[in-house]
Structures are given as structure tokens and as C-alpha cells.
């Protein structure tokens, strides 16, 4: 039986998701609580993708084989009481079997929290980006108008890259203002590594006006990583929600 | 010159804000910083009071002594630049000589924060306290008329305490329901140890039903700390602000 799950998790304390010899990550330790389970067992589990150190998840999504035959709600409570308490479960679903966490995922949606305000802040020190340059929300929103829809994004992808159709599609690119923060909703079907991040550091040396909105159209045509702003931090990264056909969260 | 400093700070990594040999605290910090700016002389400095292990603060005060003639924007600047990421100066003040953070205090307010839905949230674990059983706000309402005004506390302070006289006023004890979240903010001239806790506590257990409103006037009079609820943990906890007639923040 394939049982997909849906997980939040804070990526502060670990390396990671992806699962590396004597590092604590996310995968290793889900993969802990359901070998638990199993009484011993090794389960392996998919993802929707890794995430990287420092960065979090409202709506990861993972599955995973199994013989045990317990209900929906059983399963999100007994890997509760097993997983380390910045790890949640926050949904299982019993999937078809062709289910894949990865494969067949149809779109993803990530948050970037900027803390957009002189004053540091302790209690967000660990969950937000903290610009204390003010930024112009109507010049970021601009020059993300250049990246909407379907583009070859090489010069937003980390240089160190095996992927070689960088071709992507950017359905979704919102930039709001929630109190003293900015967020941005990225979503499109699928991100090449450290996508998001690049997009959200070029659009802030947009927003601090070290570069001209038009800059972003002309980057992306570059396709060269050096072209492109910083890679934001991870600490600022939600993977928000993953989108499925088979099943709904 | 006396300096006063309001500061902030996540108490989730240290063992309170006093000194203890071998532990890392909040003062122990500020004063690692303060010795810093001051050549290697140590600088000792006294707050409006001790806050526990995982206690958090947003306006916690505290003075001390200086011979360095620095405007009171530059001591702000200087001291975050040295002080970790987890404490966080918010203002300086230069005082009169008699002031002392403890003994010239007016007013303390407390906030406690307490995450009230069934589900438990990674992002605000260290944060707030997780009562995933219903609570009925009027009933602690109800309850807290009780505990307004000035009372002999003993049944809301901790057991091993030295203090004699534990007389205190609460001038305010405010519910909010805020969100998810229930904040209980409880304002006075002075607090027993651990009496926030304990009252936050008693009142969790009215909002359960474990308790009748009326049982909280009973504790009160009977002045006996097993008579009144659970300490509510450390990490809900907020110092938000301390008030005196010489300096305003």
C-alpha cells in the first residue's frame, strides 16, 4: 500500500533534507520514526524534492510502501508521537499506487519571508530575511512581470548544476507587504536548484535600487548564473504547498 | 554615567537571564558585550528582575555605570553589534544616578502566550504553549476577577522562596483571544516567583474544567502553593514591559 503524507517542518536545526552521513536532516529522521513503526524495517521515503539547510516547509510531501494496515488518522498521530517536535505531520492520505511524491507532483508553491524593516528581531531571527534597506514593492513587482511564464532560467540556477533543460515555467510571482514583512509566492510546476532563492535576492537588489527593474529581462536572456543577483538566504525559504491531481491535502 | 538599556531577547537557548557558573544566560551575555566595549574591564549590570530558563523578553530593562561618553543611538549600535543574534538591544537611555533598574520600577507586564487549537505548530514551539484541550475564555475570565487587586499570593509563588512578604497588586488580568492563540496579560507593581506561571496555570485548568471559576478565590485564601494549578512552562512566557517614572522607552 503507497501512503503519501503531507509535513511541515523547521529547517533550522538541520542540514537538510536530504538524507548525509552523520548529519541530522529531515529525511533521515522520518525515515527513523516509520522504521519504529515497522518494527525495525528500513523504510525508505520520496519526497517532492529535497530542501535545502535552514530552509522550511508549511507543505512538504513524501510517500512511502507499506504492509501496515492502519487508517489516515492513525498514521499522522503514531509518526506525531515518533518524530522530533520541529517535525509535524500534518496530513496522510492512502495513494494510488503509481502515486509519486516527486513525479507526480503538477505544481509547487514557495514563500519567501523578508523582514523588511530597520530593527532585527530575535523572535524571527530563525524564520524571515532581514533587509533593513527599504524596498520599493512597486519596482520589485516590475521586474518580476520578466519572469512570469515559460523561460530558459539558467541564469537563476546555481552554477554547480547537472540538470540540462533549465527551461521552466513561473505561473505564479506575487510580492505583498504583511505588516513589517514582504513575502513572495513563487509557483510553477517545477524549480531548478536554488531557483527561488536567486529570483527573490535579484528582485530585493531591485527592490534596494542597486538594479533597474528592465535588468531582470536582460538577465534572464544572458542565461548565465553571474548575471543574477545573490542567492537569498535559506533561512527566509518555505516550501509552501505541492499540488497533485491523485490526491489533495 | 548610568546607562539603561531595554532589550529583547529569545530565552529558548539559555539557562535564564542570572549568572550561573558554566551555563549561558542573558546577563552573562550582555556582559560579555559591555566588557568588550570597556577594554576588557568587567561591567556588571542589574536588571528589573530574573527571568527563567526559555523565558523570553521584549522589554526587559537593565542599568549600569560607565565612564564612556557615547550618545545613546551609538550605544544601541554598539552593543547589538556585539551581542548574539538571540538578544536584541531596543533602546538606550542615559538615566538619572539614582536609578535603578529593580528598585525604581513602577510596573511589570507580563504576556503569556498559549497556542490553544488541537494541533501543535513547529514554528512556534519555543514560543507558546501547546494546550491542544479546548478552553473556555469566560470561564477564566470569571476566574481572574478573583486574583485583581492587592492579595497575599503565597498560593501563586513557588515553594522555595525566601521572600516574606508576598503581598502583591495586580492591576490588570486581561484574556485575549488572538487567533489561534489566547494571551494572558497581567500587569503589576511586583510579582512573586513564578507567580505568572502558576496563575496562567490555575487558569488553564479553569479553561479545561478541571477547575470551577469559584475554586480560584478559595486558593487565594487558603495561601498554600499545592492548592493552586501546574506551573505553566517557561517558554509561553513574555516580560513585555517594564515602566518608571524617570525613563520612558
Chains 1, 2 share one sequence.
Not at 522504521?35 to 512538504?60: E, L
Not at 507499506?66 to 489516515?72: F, G, K
Not at 520541529?86 to 503509481?98: F, G, M, R
Not at 509552501?240 to 491535502?249: D, G, M
Request: net charge positive; with cysteine.
Amino acid at each position: 500500500m503507497r501512503i503519501a503524507c503531507k509535513v511541515a517542518y523547521e529547517g533550522t536545526g538541520y542540514s537538510g533534507y536530504q538524507v548525509q552521513p552523520g548529519k541530522r536532516t529531515i529525511q533521515a529522521e522520518i525515515e527513523l520514526a516509520l522504521s519504529k513503526m515497522h518494527k525495525g524495517t528500513f523504510i525508505r521515503i520520496a519526497s517532492s524534492g529535497r530542501t535545502d539547510s535552514f530552509v522550511h516547509a508549511k507543505g512538504q510531501v513524501f510517500h512511502f510502501d507499506t504492509n501496515m494496515q492502519i487508517s489516515e488518522e492513525r498514521w499522522t498521530k503514531a509518526l506525531n508521537a515518533l518524530l522530533p517536535e520541529d517535525i509535524q505531520l500534518l496530513a496522510t492520505k492512502i495513494a494510488p499506487s503509481d502515486f509519486h511524491a516527486r513525479y507526480s507532483a503538477k505544481k509547487k508553491q514557495y514563500i519567501y519571508r523578508v523582514l523588511a524593516r530597520k530593527e532585527r528581531d530575535v523572535f524571527r531571527r530563525n524564520q524571515t530575511y532581514h533587509v533593513p534597506t527599504p524596498l520599493q514593492l512597486d519596482l520589485m513587482r516590475e521586474a518580476s512581470q520578466s519572469l512570469l511564464g515559460t523561460h530558459d532560467f539558467s541564469s537563476f540556477c546555481a552554477a554547480n548544476t547537472s540538470v540540462v533543460d533549465k527551461v521552466r515555467t513561473i505561473e505564479t510571482l506575487d510580492i505583498q507587504k504583511v505588516d513589517d514583512e514582504i513575502h513572495f509566492t513563487v509557483e510553477g510546476s517545477g524549480f531548478l536548484y536554488n531557483m527561488v532563492r536567486i529570483i527573490v535576492g535579484t528582485l530585493i537588489e531591485v527592490g534596494t535600487g542597486k538594479r533597474k527593474p528592465s535588468e531582470v529581462r536582460e538577465i534572464l536572456e544572458e542565461r548565465d548564473r553571474t548575471e543574477a543577483g545573490k542567492t537569498a538566504p535559506g533561512h527566509g525559504l518555505y516550501l509552501n504547498k505541492v499540488s497533485y491531481e491523485e490526491i489533495y491535502f
